[in-house]
């Protein structure tokens, strides 16, 4: 299922007959068709470094970064969100 970019009204980007994104820009529309084209063939849409990269971003560089799937990072969000909302 190749990734289509047409111009109607703007860029729309489809993929196996269904539309993913409409009336975007060039440029948006471009990256979404490199996203989709990688979930295609790896079926992951970032790699581990770029994930790695991402987290220490946000959270600090001391932070850890949970594994996929282990429900750490849902717990961690709560523990967060509890944080804030005692301030």
Same mark, same amino acid.
């Given at each position: ?9 703007? +860029?729309?980007?489809?993929? #196996? #007959? %269904? ?7 060039? !440029? ?5 068709? *490199? @996203? ?22 946000? +959270?600090?560089?001391?932070?850890? @970064?949970?594994? *996929?799937?282990? #429900?750490?990072?849902? !717990? ?5 969100? *509890?944080?804030?909302? %005692? %301030?």
């Amino acid at each position: 299922m190749p990734v289509k970019i047409t111009k109607v009204d703007g +860029y729309r980007v489809t993929h #196996g #007959g %269904k539309v993913s994104a409409k009336k975007t820009t060039k !440029e948006k529309a471009e990256k979404q068709r *490199r @996203l989709l084209e990688s979930i295609r063939r790896s079926g992951k849409p970032f790699s581990e470094a770029q994930r790695k990269k991402r987290h220490k971003r946000i +959270y600090g560089s001391k932070s850890k @970064l949970p594994k *996929r799937g282990s #429900g750490l990072a849902r !717990e961690a969000a709560k523990h967060t969100a *509890r944080a804030l909302s %005692k %301030k």
